[in-house]
């Protein structure tokens, strides 16, 4: 399942994610925000715990 999210950041994350679309690194702005909020997620332990069922 996915829901729509509105989020408001500053102009300079918007040009960084913009170059990054640019270059092919990804798709849209949406694949770079999910792939961002992942690692974020990874990084602090909450991503594995929902996976495994613990959360």
């Known amino acids: ?3 729509h999210l509105v989020v408001k950041i500053p102009e300079m994350f918007l040009e960084g ?3 990054l679309v640019s270059a092919g ?3 849209n702005r949406s694949e770079a925000v999910r792939a961002a ?3 974020l997620l990874e990084r602090h332990g909450v991503l ?3 996976v495994v069922g613990v959360a």
Do not use: A, F, P, S
Request: a positive charge.
């Open 48 to 50: 594995k715990r929902r």
């Open 17 to 19: 994610l913009d170059e």
């Open 37 to 39: 909020i992942r690692l």
């Open 25 to 27: 690194v990804y798709r």
């Open 1 to 3: 399942m996915t829901r």
